[in-house]
């Protein structure tokens, strides 16, 4: 499906305040995922207060053991200290990269501010080598701005 199309879908889950934070990054992150098909796990990592360290929050796809990931380490932990978007189109050519399935070929991660300070990013992992392009970098920021609203 179009990014176009995925948009006003975004801001009717965010809008949608009889549901709980959670349960509208959880409805994002399952929208993303069944429609995009090469986006094959998506989720949301936060920083978690003054420790240096990102926590996961609502996904969808392969369970992980990536938990809490220190920043710095791994793409998510470089995205929250560099602040700016990480599109990984081949994770194996990465020195710092955390494997979750031996399955995943590509990532992309991007920043959520608040206020000017990023407290967290969501994350995609593909089955797909090198599938990202300029106009998911720029759906997901979009994604990301709305998201901010609601944290």
């Known amino acids: 499906m179009p990014f176009e199309l995925l948009k006003p879908q975004v801001e009717t889950i965010i809008s949608d305040s009889t549901k709980t934070t959670e349960e509208?990054?959880?409805?994002i992150c399952q929208l993303l995922e069944t429609n995009i098909?090469?986006?094959?796990?998506v989720g949301f990592y936060f920083a978690n207060g003054d420790k240096k360290e990102l926590h996961l929050g609502p996904y969808v796809g392969e369970?992980?053991?990536h938990t809490i990931i220190p920043f710095g380490k791994g793409i998510c932990?470089?995205?929250a200290v560099s602040n700016e978007n990480f599109v990984v189109?081949?994770?194996?050519?990465?020195?710092?990269?955390?494997a979750c399935s031996i399955t995943v070929k590509a990532e992309i991660v991007v920043p959520i501010f608040v206020n000017g300070k990023n407290i967290g990013q969501i994350?995609?992992?593909?089955n797909t080598p090198d599938p990202f392009t300029e106009k998911d970098e720029r759906f997901l920021e979009f994604v990301c701005e709305k998201v901010a609203?609601?944290?």
């Open 149 to 151: 609203a609601i944290i």
């Open 37 to 41: 098909n090469y986006y094959n796990w």
């Open 24 to 27: 509208r990054l959880l409805s």
């Open 89 to 98: 189109p081949d994770v194996a050519a990465q020195d710092n990269y955390i």
């Open 63 to 65: 369970p992980t053991d």
């Open 123 to 126: 994350d995609i992992d593909s």
């Open 77 to 79: 932990g470089q995205v």
